[in-house]
Each structure stands twice: as structure tokens, then as C-alpha cells.
């Protein structure tokens, strides 16, 4: 599968790599998992609605979502700090 990073959640991976490689490396992990199996898995994924619906949501930390959607063979990741409001 290919990975898409909207530019917000690309600049969130990018902060992530410089406060804290721990999340960094964990949000590398769930990705991986998304690639093999995309709706279930680690992080406790879940299908958002409302305003985010098609999209779902993985936990990294108690405060903070991997959230994406799959686009044909294409992981689209929107964000990856904080929460869904």
C-alpha cells in the first residue's frame, strides 16, 4: 500500500520525530499494521462518523490518534497528534 501524509499530519510526524521517537516509532508500527490489515489490529481502530466518516481512528498515546482513511491502495493519513473533535 502507498502512504499519503496530508501536510498537517506530515508536520506532526515531523515533531513527533524531534520531542518524542518513542511515539514516532509507534506511529511507524501502527502504519505497518494499517498496510496489512487496515480495520483491525493494533490501537484499538475504530470507524469514526459525523464529519469523519469513511475515516478511522488508532490510538498512540491516551491523548493522541493516528486518524486515516484507505483510498484504493492508498493509506491517507489526515493526523497524528491529538484527538477527534
Request: aromatic share 12%; glycine share 6%.
Amino acid at each position: 500500500m502507498n502512504i499519503l501524509f496530508e501536510q498537517e499530519a506530515f508536520e506532526e510526524l515531523q515533531e513527533w520525530v524531534s520531542t518524542d521517537k518513542k511515539i514516532f516509532k509507534k506511529i511507524v508500527e501502527l502504519i505497518r499494521n494499517i498496510s496489512r490489515s487496515p480495520y483491525e489490529g493494533l490501537g484499538k481502530p475504530e470507524p469514526l462518523k459525523y464529519n469523519y466518516g469513511g475515516y478511522w481512528s488508532r490510538r498512540i498515546t491516551q491523548e493522541d490518534r493516528l486518524i486515516y482513511k484507505i483510498d484504493d491502495s492508498t493509506i491517507v493519513i489526515i493526523s497524528c497528534k491529538g484527538h477527534y473533535d
